[in-house]
């Protein structure tokens, strides 16, 4: 569970862990390293937030440091102690363990409070009567300076007093807010006195309904950083504008301050990573719920047959950087591939199956041949796989009619099965309306094992279940979950939603699979032979088992790297 060792060599010296380094060899904070990572309790977690992991426990593990859990729940409204359960769970699934007990922004709801006080005394906050449009009005834009509140020069006594009631419940929604008194004419817009806090009749998850008036993110990270020791609060550029804020507070109430750093997010292609845009597909049902392995959260992922040690592999290899740019998703399911490629063992299973009978086979006869379970393993060993005279193969290896290069059973034709014998199909068994039902084939009982003792060749070697033995399956094909690689960022006005890929998920009834996954359990892998990955779904129950299918085997960010390389 603590196993914080890198899957694969530790990221090359990143502009942040070069900063770090500084700080270490400087004594900035007497050598220390001490990060954090803050999620808002509002969602599940996603590959995104991996990648936030990946820096903010990476680097602490990697310099002998340490990484807080700090639940962001400022913002009661949107907060769910659902959702702080499932990160836990989510965490510790991936491998991380935060130092200590978790901690919450809400922890320090009465000292972020007496701050406030602090702020207002120094003439540096304010209570301002201005309604939520009216602020936005009175901000200005990127090109226009703002223009000061009305209420900006109240005394600090009336301040206080206002305050203090805001607290009690005194006043309505929206009706006031406490401001920072910074400068309405700043370049940055984030300066341009910042709301602090703001009144929310609203039960928090933690404190109930100690509060009426919470923090807002601004004035609530910093501190919390503060108070926790953080060293270096690292976190995505979407807050490299609110590092003036950020240090502005820490300064003007003249407590310890962190260094904040910030990373480009993770954006994956044909996928959304917004917690706002995910609730949104699970709550109007497009995707059958978080952990929906078409999603991009640890859940789907974690159901769809990803490793943490995957998960944490592409985090390693994608690195961090200082600009915004989209993996792609086919990079993910090669770091899967990897992975699975070494430790899934290898079985028969075939998604739609064609019956054969091998008509020179003897009636009743079994005979169990011997498979090995990973080539890249040999400590995997061997099973036994049974053989016999009616077997199950794949549609898509026969073809009545095969077209040039196609190379496995037809009319007449002779291939090999894995691990037993050739076989040749001498007839075609078709229904009323001319579709192929069946095959009928004879076997050379020279050939077992593999090989021809004359030497004869077959062009292919295709898989087969023994339909006395099979085991039925359901099989979940999965493609991509939407049609386009960035549904966020089409520029035609369309909502996101309408490029959901209506083919994303296909669910096969008719599969079989090999005796030997009798007991497989949910969660278990397995490679099914020239198919690809499959995980046991948590749906299989009564003997009946469900199989996700993680990643085909086939992989395409080979060509992308080599489209990238120019070859
Ligand atoms: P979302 O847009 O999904 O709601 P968020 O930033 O609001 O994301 P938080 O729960 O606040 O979600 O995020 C916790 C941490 O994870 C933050 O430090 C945030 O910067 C980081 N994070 C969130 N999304 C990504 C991403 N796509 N890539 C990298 N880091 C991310
Ligand atoms: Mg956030």
Known sequence: MTDLTPTSPPASVDFIRAAVLEDIRS?????????????????????GHAKAMAVDFGIAAEFGGKCNLRFDDTNPVKEEQEYVDAIMEDIRWLGYQWDGEPRYASDYFDQLYEWAVK?????????????????REYRGTLTQPGKDSPYRNRSVAENLDLFERMRRGEFAEGSRTLRAKIDMASGNINLRDPVMYRILHVEHHRTGNKWCIYPMYD?????????????????SLEYEDHRPLYEWFLKELEIYAPRQIEFARLNLSYTVLSKRKLLQLVKEGHVRGWDDPRLPTLRGLRRRGYTPEAIRDFCARIG?????????????????????????????????????????????????MQAINNPEDPSAGTRLVPFSRELYIEQDDFRENPPPKYYRLAPGREVRLRYAYFIKCV??????????????????????????????KVKSTIHWVSAAHALPAEVRLYDRLFTVPHPDDVDDGQDFKAYLNPHSLEVLTGSVVEPGLRNAQPG???????????????????????????????????????????E
């Not at 609530?220 to 609060?233: K, P």
């Not at 299973?349 to 064609?354: A, D, H, I, T």
């Not at 001319?434 to 021809?452: E, F, S, W």
């Open 119 to 135: 702020l207002i005394k120094k003439g540096k906050a304010y209570v301002c009567d201005l309604t939520p449009e009216q602020m």
């Open 27 to 47: 004594g900035r904070f007497g050598g220390r390293v001490h990060t954090r990572f803050p999620p808002e309790p509002n969602g599940y977690l996603h590959i």
């Open 524 to 566: 278990q892998s397995f490679q099914f032979e020239r198919l690809g990955y499959f995980c046991v779904d948590p749906d299989s129950a009564g003997g009946k088992l469900v199989f996700n299918r993680s990643v085909p085997l086939k992989d395409s960010w080979a060509k992308i790297e080599k489209a990238q390389r120019g």
């Open 219 to 235: 004035f609530a990270h910093g501190q919390c950083d503060s108070i926790e020791g953080i060293t270096h609060s690292l976190c």
């Open 427 to 456: 007839g075609v068994v078709k229904d009323a309306a001319g579709n192929v039902i069946g095959l009928r084939c004879t076997y050379d009982p020279a050939t077992r094992g593999g090989d021809a003792p004359d030497g004869r």
């Open 320 to 368: 961090v950087a200082k600009n915004n740019t989209t993996i792609e998703l086919a990079l993910l399911e090669h770091c899967l591939r990897e992975d699975l490629n070494r430790r899934a063992p290898r079985v028969m299973g075939v998604l739609r199956p064609l019956k054969v009978v091998i008509e020179n086979y003897p009636e009743g006869q079994v005979e169990e």
